[in-house]
């Protein structure tokens, strides 16, 4: 039976859209960002930042290196809010159904310190309210150290929720995270990004 549900974040709560972000970081002078920006595991400073090698300061001077002057907070925030095209109201009131039905969720995300300024703040649902309030327990990259999908990553998450992989369900649009959660027994659902998932994730819960 199902008990746990760990979500990832961008593809499946939030709508990846790359080509948005890619062009904000070319507006900030970085000219091969298309060659730096991956749809799910970053290289490079931006993979540093996100497997928290580096941290957001670190990566501030760094991609002002890269761009030939000095770029500020805000203007990083900015290149990598890009990522987000779309908070869907239903995914949301989709999560607070499934907690309502009993299942404790979960997120796991290669992510990074600008993306959650956003994300932990009371303006990510537009009432007030961070991501924290639809979850149980939040998993980040860079506060780990590790990245999906290495093993490393789902292995720390299920010794700290003390939860067994065959009661638990991963969410994730990326293929390669989701083979690497299969290979450690926890039942595994890859939508597309953008998919609504709100019905369909029954099927993997029964």
């Given at each position: 039976m199902i008990r746990n549900i760990i979500f990832d974040l961008g593809g499946v709560i939030i709508t990846l859209d790359q080509p948005q972000a890619i062009s904000r970081f070319r507006e900030l002078g970085l000219e091969d960002a298309a060659q730096r920006l991956d749809a799910y595991t970053q290289n490079g400073i931006f993979g540093d930042l996100?497997?928290?090698a580096i941290t957001a300061e670190q990566f501030r001077v760094e991609l002002g290196k890269l761009v030939g002057r000095n770029v500020s907070y805000d203007e990083c925030r900015?290149?990598?809010?890009?990522?987000?095209?779309e908070l869907p109201q239903r995914n949301l009131r989709?999560?607070?159904?499934l907690r309502q039905e009993g299942y404790r969720l979960i997120l796991l995300s290669n992510t990074n310190p600008y993306m959650m300024s956003w994300v932990m703040s009371p303006e990510f649902d537009g009432q007030g309210h961070a991501l924290s309030h639809y979850m149980d327990a939040c998993y980040c990259s860079y506060e780990l150290g590790v990245m999906k999908p290495d093993r490393e990553f789902f292995h720390r998450v299920l010794l700290a929720e003390h939860i067994a992989p065959s009661e638990t369900l991963f969410i994730d649009d990326g293929p390669r995270n989701v083979a690497m959660a299969?290979?450690?027994g926890i039942r595994t659902f890859c939508p597309k990004n953008g998919d609504d998932w709100t019905n369909e994730?029954?099927?993997?819960l029964k």
């Open positions: 996100e497997r928290g900015y290149g990598w809010l890009g990522y987000c095209r989709a999560l607070e159904r299969s290979q450690m994730i029954y099927n993997y």
